[in-house]
């Protein structure tokens, strides 16, 4: 018996329930997406009277809390319609709620507010609380809405990596890029694109893009993408465009583009092409001029070139050569003395500086000096017995 009557009260508590919610309510937005500072945004509240008994003097109330706020001025009177639709309460408290309408058994009823957005909202999920009123009942739910904030990608860091710390023509190197997401909403995808203006810049894949997918807010992402510069590129600044594209989550497209570079650097060398000397004989104990032709064969511009001759040759051994192009050359010049003779080793010092720094190089150096010539008389002897037998014959025949 116990058993029979607990069953009864269970049905009967669920015929009451089932009484006291007799409506079906959806809610639409006019807009998808819901922003800080967003104005006359729509709310239509569609009110489905699922019952067989028609419901009198129906009202709905929509609780308004911060960052939402009417589109329209509050009424300052209860009744006072300004708006068609719906009624602002007494008091200017920022409530809403319809007018008294009338529900037939299962028909349905749109009501429609405007609302506002705060341009301070935060990003986040609210919940905005509403009451229908029916023959001195009523009927609580609530409304769940998503403002979404600002969509926002930093490059946090662009930088080059090479073996060499710069980047050199003919070397290989890397463009590393860092980003984050600063925005408020989830990216949905993410290209990276490097695009250089310059043909000496050549991508190593077949193209220079990167794509990521679903970067949720505050998550950052790091790429690089290889290049090459051409052996013979010119040394100056090498602009690149940047062009990031992504998709937020609210399925709205970006576009953007930044200008980054690299400067190719560099790297001198410095190599002795010809050695002449004036005379091309050197004897011993007589001046002679040294010239050394020194050739730049690297990537990039020496300057501050000075030459330095360590040998036991007395004389000039300095010579000051300024600024030698890449693939151009420079003559140092050397007065020196030859104060005695034999190979005469040396060490030829040469110091530069380029786009990597100031450096120094050696190049040994040979320079034979010849022994002096001593005099000889016999051939004068010789030439004076000539010239006498011939003087002798002469005489003698004209006697």
């Known amino acids: ?35 800080p500072g967003d104005r006359n945004i729509g709310l239509e509240f569609t009110i489905q009277n699922d019952q067989d008994t028609s419901l009198s003097n129906v009202k709905t109330y929509l609780f308004l809390r911060y960052p939402f706020s009417a589109s329209y001025s509050p009424n300052n009177k209860l009744g006072e319609i300004n708006n068609p639709g719906y009624l602002i309460s007494a008091g200017g408290s920022g409530d809403e709620y319809t007018p008294y309408f009338d529900l037939m058994p299962h028909m349905s009823r749109k009501t429609f507010f405007k609302i506002d957005i705060d341009r301070d909202a935060k990003y986040g999920v609210y919940d905005l609380p509403y009451t229908i009123f029916y023959d001195n009942k009523e009927y609580n739910g609530k409304i769940t809405l998503t403002i979404k904030g600002e969509t926002l990608i930093e490059i946090k860091n662009v930088s080059v990596a090479s073996n060499n710390s710069q980047v050199e023509p003919g070397e290989v190197f890397k463009i590393q890029i860092s980003l984050e997401n600063v925005g408020d909403n989830e990216i949905k995808w993410l290209k990276i694109s490097l695009n250089p203006e310059d043909k000496a810049l050549i991508p190593l894949s077949s193209d220079s893009e990167l794509i990521f997918k679903d970067m949720p807010q505050g998550s950052q992402k790091n790429s690089e993408i290889w290049f090459s510069l051409e052996k013979d590129a010119a040394i100056k600044n090498y602009p690149i465009d940047l062009e990031l594209k992504y998709l937020d989550e609210r399925g ?12 190719a650097s560099g790297r001198a060398n410095m190599d002795i092409a010809k050695k002449i000397t004036e005379p091309a004989r050197l004897m011993e104990n007589q001046p002679f001029t040294l010239n050394i032709k020194i050739e730049n064969t690297g990537t990039g511009d020496a300057k501050g070139v000075m ?5 036991a040759l007395s004389g000039d051994n300095l010579a000051y050569l300024g600024e ?22 040396g060490v030829l010092h040469i110091t530069f500086e380029d786009d990597f720094g100031k450096h120094e190089i050696q190049k040994d150096m040979i320079i034979v000096v010849n022994p002096a010539e001593s005099q000889n008389l016999l051939p ?7 010239i006498a037998a011939i003087i002798f ?7």
């Open 1 to 35: 018996m116990r058993k029979y009557i607990i069953t009864l009260f269970l049905i009967l508590a669920f015929v009451i329930n089932v009484q006291a919610d007799p409506f079906n309510v959806t809610t639409v937005l006019s807009a998808p997406h819901l922003t």
């Open 324 to 345: 030698i192009k890449k693939d151009d050359y420079s003559n140092a010049l050397f007065t020196l003395d030859a104060d005695s003779s034999g190979k005469q080793n």
């Open 380 to 386: 004068i002897l010789i030439g004076i017995i000539a």
């Open 252 to 263: 709205i497209e970006y576009n953007e583009s930044k200008l980054v570079g690299i400067i």
């Open 393 to 399: 014959y002469l005489v003698k025949r004209k006697h």
């Open 307 to 311: 030459a330095r001759l360590e040998s």
